[in-house]
């Protein structure tokens, strides 16, 4: 039989208020759960939270870290991979990241003290972490908020106990790295849970009951508290649903709130339940409440005066609750596991995603074709069901522009979120700009939001261009780049002039072949210096025409152009590893050996660390500031222009300046492979613990080191004579750590801001895998391990 949706009756009711949150009336007999338990997965760990993505349950588990649990077949979960994080996962969050169509999925957990660590979820039974984090007083409940456009940056709003609540920005460049631009506001309280909607933010406070920040303005003093409602016992969570919210109370059940923008919430009824009411998701008009180890409550509130116990389902002591689409209800529980109930679906009250990645390209005189990422069903998850696609010949910018353009038949159907997708408009009027806008629908008619729109030229009838491009679109001084561009003139005329204008300066284009009438192709071939360019061609007909194309960007070109990170199948490989190309475009020149301790003491006094003492030894044991500090001081000796200018912890690079500095993560892994392809200078690795005899010969680590650092320049050096890149001790290098950049850039820094630096080479510590070339570690700034020091290099600039 279909489950149905039982309320308690009033009966019911009174017996449960007269008997308190934690009593029981014999005469009372609890109903059936309309969502039943179908699944039971035990785990190896206290749970504390979960979240879903797909057919995937995210379970932040204590010290366990993060449990990764497949729920494709609900009745039979399985348990595919346990990361370790950073100390106690304590909540999670699952968030879809879509930035130009490429789907990333990233798991955000709060570890009390720790912050929030990031995790890469993409690919969930190779969950690997992004090595990022963010700073907290003692972080509780999450709460993301989407911007429509995915190109912008999704919000994490993070309940911080006694803090309060703390703003945090993703950065689409660098999935993983959550930004903090300083914005946090007090709640008077002790911040458990939050909830965000329509500019403000509800927040379950342990002492004030239920707050309201206005977060309409993430900037540091614009977040405030503007309005608070007490709650009979301790808020600890909280959920939105239809202007109104939902706090689970601790022993006072689950308390109804109307709410309306910045106004204080109304108290409109509250329902006692048994056990500790820890967390609430609401959905469909039912409220599931995890009550500890009174199990999961299901509370009928479709009329939020008057909320009708719906059933329970019992566990030792229920912590988190997630729903999905499907009507799978999932429990996390301290000592049960995790716990999966079904019931009917939920409806989809989501509409596909906004299309931000339309573009659109002349063909000819009457056609355009049109590319983009296919955005999804319920935002971008999924597919869609179908396309509504118009064009008008002025900017389609909002609603009204939209009722007002013309409608375009025979679009393709939907393909799932993420997948590339073209269409040609035909039959359009030559030399005419058309302006072009897609919308997708999904099966409940749900449209999506108003994208960007994209627009192009049609071709005139008479002499144009078309299709000029150029391959490859990034190399070294050495690639020869070709450029082709076509030509067409109705009365076949050879133009008397045909230029590629690259960054400015004309170059003869050479016709190669087809008919001027109707396509005649032109090349050009040439290297180029290193740098980024732009190109477009402009011809002449000799008879009045001249067309020109559109300024294009490209090629990017380097000094040399390498692959970084390593292959799939190398042995000790980490996931952050992707292989990648790199391009520089001034290669630096190194110290052939790491700074020693005699260097350091000459230089700078005192030693920053003496666990192990000896002039020869690498410096070791000082901060990512102390080091950027000898890079500078050493400058100054040398009679060099410092790299850095210096105020506190903050540090700015003057990349035009001729001192010593820390090598890019970029211009490291160049210069410790030498020119090699293989994980160690010499060769591949063979061995990822302790004895691989090829790091033996170039790399001090545990196989060889005796279990300390060693002398510099006492093993073999690179082709680059360059000595201890491997092992001895790992360097410093400029970059924050972030996840490899999508796209291919010149000289590659890292992005802006973060939370830890990257540190490479191993050191006589690690193991054989760690002193790898593409081998990624990590230190926060501030750190002194005694395993880390570091290598100048300064910029060549060719004097």
């Known amino acids: 039989m279909q489950p149905t949706r039982l309320g308690a009756i009033a009966l019911a009711l009174a017996l449960i208020a007269l008997a308190g949150s934690c009593g029981k009336e014999d005469l009372y007999e609890i109903p059936d759960s309309p969502y039943p338990l179908v699944g039971r997965l035990p785990l190896p760990s206290i749970n504390e939270s979960v979240a879903v993505i797909g057919d995937y349950a995210f379970v932040a588990a204590g010290q366990a870290g993060m449990h990764v649990v497949d729920i494709g077949n609900p009745a039979a979960p399985v348990l595919v991979k346990t990361v370790n994080t950073t100390k106690y996962g304590e909540n999670i969050k699952v968030q879809r990241s879509f930035v130009a169509g ?120 614009s977040v405030v508290l503007v309005a608070a409602a007490d709650t009979p016992g301790n808020a600890l969570a909280v959920a939105l649903w239809e202007g109104h919210a939902f706090v689970a109370d601790k022993r006072q059940g689950l308390s109804i709130f109307r709410v309306n923008a910045g106004e204080t919430p109304v108290p409109v009824s509250r329902i006692p339940l048994d056990g500790w009411c820890v967390d609430v998701a609401v959905r469909d008009d039912l409220a599931f409440v995890a009550g500890y180890d009174a199990g999961l409550h299901i509370v009928d509130v479709s009329d939020p005066a008057r909320p009708r116990y719906a059933g329970n389902v019992r566990s030792s002591n229920a912590t988190g609750v997630a729903l999905t689409d499907e009507g799978l209800v999932l429990v996390t529980d301290e000592d049960d596991g995790l716990l999966i109930l079904r019931g009917p679906a939920f409806a989809d009250r989501t509409a596909p995603g906004g299309i931000y990645t339309l573009s659109a390209e002349a063909v000819g005189a ?181 067309p020109t194309t559109p300024l294009l960007q490209g090629p990017l070109v380097g000094e040399v152009l390498y692959t970084m990170g390593s292959p799939a199948g190398e042995l000790g490989r980490d996931l952050d590893e992707v292989q990648h190309p790199a391009l520089l475009t001034q290669l630096p020149i190194a110290a052939s050996e790491e700074v020693t301790q005699a260097e350091w003491v000459a230089l700078m006094g005192a030693l920053p660390d003496d666990s192990f003492l000896g002039d020869e030894l690498p410096v070791l044991g000082l901060t990512w500031y102390e080091a950027v500090a000898y890079c500078n001081a050493l400058s100054l000796d040398d009679g060099l222009a410092p790299a850095y200018a210096i105020d506190g912890t903050a540090v700015a690079w003057n990349r035009e300046a001729s001192g010593w500095r820390l090598p890019t993560e970029t211009e490291w892994e160049w210069l410790c492979r030498g020119g090699s392809a293989t994980a160690f200078s010499n060769g591949p690795i063979t061995d990822e613990a302790c004895e691989d005899p090829r790091l033996d010969l170039v790399g001090w680590y545990c196989g060889n080191s005796g279990n300390q650092p060693r002398a510099v320049g006492g093993l073999g050096a690179n082709a680059l004579g360059l000595q201890d890149v491997h092992g001895n001790v790992m360097e410093w290098c400029w970059d924050w750590y972030a996840g490899y950049p999508s796209a291919v850039g010149l000289d590659p820094s890292g992005p802006a801001s973060g939370f830890l630096k990257v540190i490479r080479g191993g050191s006589w510590f690690h193991l054989a895998k760690n002193c790898r070339a593409a081998a990624r570690e990590t230190a926060p700034p501030d750190s002194r391990l005694d395993f880390v020091g570091l290598r100048v290099v300064r910029t060549d600039f060719g004097n």
């Open 102 to 221: 490429e789907i990333r999925d990233i798991a955000m957990i709060v570890e009390g003290t720790e912050g929030v660590t990031t995790y890469d979820v993409t690919d969930p039974p190779n969950a690997v972490t992004f090595n990022q984090g963010t700073t907290a007083v003692d972080g509780n409940g999450m709460f993301v908020l989407e911007r429509e456009n995915p190109n912008d940056p999704f919000v994490l709003f993070v309940a911080e106990s006694w803090k309060g609540v703390r703003v945090f920005e993703s950065s689409p460049e660098f999935p993983g790295l959550l930004a903090y631009g300083g914005v946090f506001a007090s709640t008077n309280g002790y911040a458990m849970g939050l909830a965000v909607q329509d500019g403000y933010a509800y927040v379950a406070d342990d002492q004030m009951g239920l707050a309201v920040l206005d977060a309409r303005v993430l900037i540091l003093d």
């Open 366 to 546: 009457s056609a355009v074709r049109l590319n983009w990422k296919a955005p999804g069903d319920d935002r971008y998850f999924g597919a869609a069901a179908s396309y509504q696609l118009r064009w008008a010949l002025t900017a389609i910018a909002d609603e009204a522009a939209w009722a007002a353009a013309a409608p375009v038949s025979g679009l393709p159907v939907p393909a799932a979120a993420g997948s590339a997708e073209e269409f040609t408009v035909s039959g359009l009027t030559p030399e005419t700009e058309f302006h072009f806008a897609l919308r997708a629908l999904d099966d409940e008619g749900q449209l999506s939001a108003l994208g960007e729109e994209a627009g192009a030229l049609t071709f005139p009838n008479d002499t144009f261009l078309s299709g000029l491009a150029v391959t490859p679109a990034y190399g070294d001084v050495a690639q020869v780049f070709t450029y082709t561009v076509r030509y067409s003139d109705p009365e076949g005329d050879l133009p008397v002039t045909h230029d590629l204008l690259i960054d400015g300066i004309p170059f003869a284009m050479s016709y190669v072949s087809g008919d001027h009438a109707a396509s005649a192709l032109y090349r050009f071939e040439a290297s180029l210096a290193p740098g980024a360019h732009s190109f477009r061609a402009a011809f002449d007909d000799g008879h009045g025409h001249t």
